[in-house]
C-alpha cells in the first residue's frame, strides 16, 4: 500500500524593522542612535522643565527652548508633560489634569484644596509654591468673599456664573499659575456697583491666606509673596481693566485702564486685597459701549494675574537652536 508523502510546510520568516529610538540616556548613547537609524534622538540627560534637546544624525544638536513650562517632575521623580485643561475631581473640587503647581479651584461641592463653601466665604484658588529650604510647605490661597456657583469649565477656564449680582469670576489656568477676572457682565450690573459704592469707588476685597509666606503690595501695582528672609516667591501681576472693544487686526484689548491695589494684613497668614477700577474710566459715558442706557450691554473685566515663578506665564514663544560640534 503506497504511503501519502509527508505535507510541505513552508516558513517564511519576514523581516522585523526595529522600532526607531526617540531617546536616549546620554549625548553619546543619542548620537550613536541618531546616526545609525538616520533620525534625531533626545538626549535625556539634557531635558529640563522648558527645553528639549536632540543629536542629529550629522552629530548637531537642536534644542527647542520655550518661554513657559513644558513638564516638570512628579513625586516620584518622573517626568510629567503639562496639561492645563481644567477637569472635575472626585473630591469635589477642580484642578488642571497636569500642573507643576498643583493648581487647585473650587469646584461642585467643595472649595479650592477641599475648602467649604460658604456664604461668608469660599477658597477660589490654592498654589502650592515648592518648599523652602527647611522643606516647610508653602502655600498661596485666593478666596472669594461669599458662596460660588459650581464652574462651568471650558478647556483652561472655570467660569463661576452669577458669583454676585451681575458678575462672573473667572479663572484660567496657566503654565506657571493662573488668571483671575471679574467680569462686570452688562450696563445693569456697572450702574448697581456704581450706585452701591455712593460717592465712594467700586472695588472688591478679595480674602487672601498663606503658608509659609506673607503678602506684600509693591509699588508697581503688583503684590508679592515673600518668605521670612524677604525673598519673594510668587507674586500677582499688576491688575488692569479692559472692556470688550479690541484692536480689528491685532485681537488686542483697546481701553486698558490701572487697577488700583491695596493689602491689609488681618493677622499671620491672612490679608485682604481691595481691587480698585478707576472710577471715571469705569463710567466714562463717551467711550463706546458705556452709555447710562441700561437697555445697552457692556462688559468689563478686571484681572489679576498670578505668576508663580520667575518666568513668563506665556507658553507659546519657542526657540530652536541648532548648534553643530566643533
Known amino acids: 500500500m503506497a504511503q501519502a508523502a509527508p505535507p510541505q510546510v513552508e516558513v517564511v520568516t519576514a523581516a522585523v524593522k526595529p522600532k526607531p529610538v526617540t531617546s536616549a540616556a546620554d549625548a553619546v548613547s543619542a548620537a550613536a542612535s541618531a546616526r545609525a537609524q538616520g533620525a534625531r534622538v533626545e538626549v535625556e540627560e539634557l531635558r529640563d522643565e522648558f527645553s528639549t534637546t536632540w543629536v542629529n544624525p550629522d552629530g548637531s544638536f537642536t534644542t527647542q527652548a520655550h518661554a513657559g513650562v513644558q513638564r516638570f517632575k512628579d513625586a516620584k521623580g518622573s517626568w510629567r508633560n503639562v496639561d492645563l485643561n481644567l477637569v472635575e475631581r472626585s473630591d469635589g473640587t477642580v484642578g488642571a489634569k497636569s500642573h507643576p503647581l498643583g493648581v487647585s479651584l473650587a469646584g461642585k461641592t467643595k472649595g479650592a484644596g477641599g475648602g467649604a463653601k460658604g456664604t461668608a466665604g469660599t477658597d477660589l484658588m490654592v498654589v502650592d509654591e515648592k518648599p523652602g529650604k527647611d522643606k516647610s510647605p508653602r502655600q498661596v490661597v485666593l478666596g472669594w468673599p461669599g458662596k460660588l456657583p459650581a464652574p462651568v469649565l471650558d478647556g483652561t477656564r472655570a467660569t463661576y456664573k452669577d458669583a454676585a449680582p451681575g458678575l462672573d469670576v473667572v479663572v484660567e489656568s496657566r503654565r506657571s499659575g493662573f488668571e483671575q477676572l471679574t467680569v462686570i457682565r452688562d450696563q445693569a450690573a456697572l450702574d448697581a456697583l456704581v450706585e452701591s459704592a455712593g460717592e465712594g469707588d467700586v472695588s472688591w476685597s478679595l480674602p487672601v491666606k498663606t503658608k509659609g509666606l506673607t503678602a506684600r503690595a509693591e509699588k508697581d501695582g503688583s503684590v508679592s509673596f515673600v518668605d521670612a528672609k524677604e525673598v519673594v516667591v510668587s507674586r500677582f501681576a499688576v491688575p488692569v481693566a479692559w472692556d470688550g472693544k479690541t ?10 485702564s490701572p487697577v488700583g491695589v491695596t493689602v491689609a494684613q488681618k493677622g499671620k497668614g491672612q490679608a485682604v486685597l481691595t481691587l480698585t477700577p478707576d472710577r471715571q474710566w469705569l463710567t466714562d459715558p463717551t467711550r463706546p459701549g458705556c ?18 515663578s520667575t518666568r513668563t506665564c506665556s507658553g507659546g514663544t519657542r526657540m530652536t537652536r541648532r548648534l553643530k560640534p566643533s
Open 247 to 256: 484692536d480689528e487686526k491685532s485681537g488686542e484689548k483697546v481701553n486698558i
Open 291 to 308: 452709555s447710562r442706557s441700561r437697555s445697552t450691554r457692556t462688559t468689563r473685566r478686571v484681572r489679576t494675574r498670578t505668576r508663580c
